[in-house]
């Protein structure tokens, strides 16, 4: 395995990282800084891409103490499923290691889920289906404008 380039969570990746991940890795970024009250990632959490001769591109977070997670990750999937599929695996890490249920669906006890629904990436409610707010626009909790329900 090669790392090819670590970058800040909320940072531009480096120009070697592919493209594709610019976007999914930025939205994600951007929600990772709303964490509910009193948790807070390891110290110097970052995104870090590696490659794999077996399985192509690794993405993941890595820390001072090391690698948190990494994830075989396509970069040619179309935006919207790239971008629910890194914060699923984002979220997944944080549940199972870290202990931190990211993000609080409003109003209920579970955190959101991430989907894909078309070209865009969103955060919706496990319990009713619907779409809440696009996966990188935490801070704003702008609704979907169309008023869609979906489905995971």
């Not at 380039?5 to 939205?27: I, K, N, Q, S, Y």
């Not at 890595?62 to 695996?89: C, H, K, N």
């Amino acid at each position: 395995m090669r790392t090819i380039a670590a970058w800040p969570l909320d940072g531009t990746p480096p120009p070697d990282v592919p493209a594709e991940f610019h976007d999914a890795c930025a939205r994600v970024g951007r929600d990772l800084r709303h964490l509910p009250a009193g948790d807070r990632l390891p110290a110097g959490v970052r995104w870090e891409l590696s490659e794999d001769h077996y399985s192509g591109f690794l993405l993941g977070l890595g820390s001072d103490r090391g690698m948190l997670f990494t994830q075989d990750t396509d970069p040619y999937l179309p935006p919207g499923p790239l971008t629910a599929y890194v914060a699923e695996r984002v979220q997944d890490h944080l549940t199972g290691h870290e202990f931190v249920q990211w993000p609080a669906c409003p109003g209920h006890t579970h955190p959101l889920v991430a989907a894909a629904a078309g070209a865009q990436a969103w955060w919706h409610c496990r319990r009713s289906g619907d779409l809440l707010v696009r996966i990188g626009e935490l801070a704003t909790g702008r609704r979907d404008p169309r008023g869609v329900s979906g489905t995971a």
